[in-house]
């Protein structure tokens, strides 16, 4: 009873509590409007970014890749301001977090790194404001059918996982490497793929495990992954989820190799650690903050609506070779990596069959890298041990 | 180095490394939620517990070098964690499911805001005890490589079992939960039973979530529990409050989650999603096997969930 008299408040007062409430609510909101207004009177004197992560943003992955792009931005340009959140859910949060920046913050360029934020959140928003510009990391961007504020823009990282699959072949004693994916989408396959036809340019007799854990960040799901591939024979490992350092650990701690994906880990397997496919977001986020510096923009086509990108381009890097990788496979990436940068390189070039015998890619096609019909993929070549049905 | 491959012989091994490794957590929560319903209160937050068990586990094995320091860590979070429940739950007219979710929201968002500068760095981990020696098959010796974790949580079950059957102090606890009245006239303090209940079973949680950070899968990330907390306590109704079904239970699930990936190394390559959700089919299943419209839950402690 007494605990009810403490907490007990006249009808005044609520009221009175509510009131100041709104109004300082109010208030607060006229201050913020005011001041970015002021603010935005010489629009291209500053650039406002707003980047949204759906992780944390040292996971040693893919939120850690772009984090460190964004700050490479931050630190070359000091007329850029970025704002930044983590560990947003794919779900309407993420609509809120973009709507904040927007409004509050003043963000008038949104980098919404995840596959999942793009329909219908980014969509969604894009409508709302027409004079944000919105890029999206993927490949989902139709040109027509969505809004002509939002581009997509993907490196060409498959490039990088084939060279990883040249060293992982002459690297693995059993000639089976495995891959563990998140889920079978174009991006993944396309990884798995550009890493199975590399090793198997070296090595005809190379296969691929995929295994496909079902989400982006599944610790659990991703050491049984590991422990179940090492168990059958597989000698090297890489992956495609959000924080490949659950299975860079485990690869290590059964004494295997591993090949890393969007961030360095060698610090993870010192031993085991071949090489990895690493982004380099920050040549990217560099180029987009000075065409926006510039008065460029998307609603009048002056940037490109997908911007995409290889070696050549900076949109990744390879980690340092590790201590197991030997002089030939060194040579032999290297060779790949010169004839990627000078563009002479083509990953699916015909014939190529997929794993159940047909063909996805003519004898007389070569697909290079720019090539839209990529980024429909929807098969697995042949090598690969898995299949795309859920 | 692996050179043979097991093949379908690695699908049965991989479910029994994963009832031992994937267990472990389950086991400890479930137990320690077992400790706290049968006192009569349900505390949902042990999926709060279990993450913030996991991150100071991790932390403190990182900055101190020594992971056994981490485990106790994980404990003293726990304990804080079942102070709090164990106060505000027993407050009057203030329902311990909505504490229990309120605590939730509160635990992950600690340990997240806590965790953060750990999610990079390496922290040692707890040495396992290698029972595979006398194999000559590295994933054999892989498999049988156990957490000393879970032979604790394994030698838990019995002893709570004899605990609540056979000692004053269990039936001091069986007699809060089943009727606090009869408790009540026998002169012992309800008050004082939850709470050490309460706090004894999230240091249980604690522990679980030491498993998690420093044992398997042996990291610290906002994802590392992804619910299985909360699986843990829907585990015990499963278990009907039975502290030898809660391991069973924990077995059982923990070597569910190595189904799906060790099903498609082996080539069954469609249907993972199903798979994946195999221990959710099998509960539904069990529960449907044994429930019966004559009796309520067998082995429910009579005051759970009201407001005594």
Known sequence: MSNRKLLHLSRRQVIRGLLATTAFGITARFGTGCSSAEGGGGATDQVTMGFIYVGPKDDYGYNQAHAEGAAGVVESFDWVKIVEEASVPETTAVEESMRSMIDIDGATVLFPTSFGYFDPHIL??????????????????????????????????????????????????????????????????????????????????????????????????????????????????????????????????????????????????????????????????????????????????????????????????????????????????????????????????????????????????????????????????????????? | MATEALGWWGVPLAIAAGMMRGGTPFLFVSLGECLTEKSGKINLGLEGTLLMGAMSAYAISYLTGSPWLGVIAAGLAGVIFGLIHGWLSQQPRVNDVAVGIAMIIFGSGIAFFLGKPFIQPSAPQLATINLGAWSSLPPVQSALQISPLFLLGVAIAPLMHWFFQSTRWGLFIRAVGDSPEAARAMGVSIFKVRMLSVVAGSFLAGIGGASLSLYYPGLWSERVSSGQGLMAVALVIFAHWNPIQCLWASLLFGGAQALGPALQSVGIEQGYYLFNAAPYVLTLLIMIITCSPKRTLSGAPGALGTDT
Not at chain 1, 205 to 222: H, M, N, R, S, Y
Not at chain 1, 340 to 345: I, T, V
Not at chain 1, 377 to 385: D, F, Q, S, T
């Open chain 1, 124 to 390: 969604k928003l894009a409508e709302e404001y027409p004079d944000v510009q919105f890029f999206h990391c993927g490949g989902l961007y139709q040109e027509g059918t969505h809004p002509v504020n939002v581009a997509s823009y993907f490196g060409y990282i498959d490039e990088a996982q084939y060279i990883a699959g040249i060293v992982a072949a002459h690297t693995s004693k059993t000639g089976k490497l495995g891959f563990i994916g998140a889920k079978p989408i174009p991006q993944v396959l396309r990884n798995i793929n550009s890493f199975t036809l590399g090793a198997r340019s070296v090595k005809p007799e190379v296969t691929t495990q995929a295994i496909f854990t079902g989400d982006w960040a599944l610790p659990v799901k991703e050491a049984e992954a590991a422990n179940s591939m090492a168990d059958q024979g597989i000698d090297v490992l890489t992956c495609h989820v959000d924080s490949p350092k659950v299975v860079m650990e485990t690869a290590e701690k059964r004494g295997i190799f591993s090949s890393g994906y969007h961030a360095d880990q060698t610090a993870l397997a010192p031993k085991g650690y071949l090489t990895g496919a690493e982004w380099d977001w920050t040549s990217v986020y560099s180029k987009i903050a000075e065409d926006i510096h510039a008065g460029k923009n998307l609603m009048d086509g002056s940037i490109p609506h997908i911007l995409r990108g290889g070696l050549a381009e900076g949109f990744w890097k390879l980690s340092e070779y590790g201590p197991a990788v030997s002089e030939q496979a060194k040579q032999d990436a290297e060779a790949a990596k010169a004839a990627f940068m000078d563009g002479s390189m083509v990953i699916y070039n015909g014939e190529i069959k997929d794993n159940t015998g047909a063909v996805v890619v003519e004898a007389s096609q070569s697909l290079k890298q720019q090539d839209p019909v990529l980024e429909q993929m929807n098969y697995l070549v042949e090598g690969v041990i898995g299949s795309v049905a859920s």
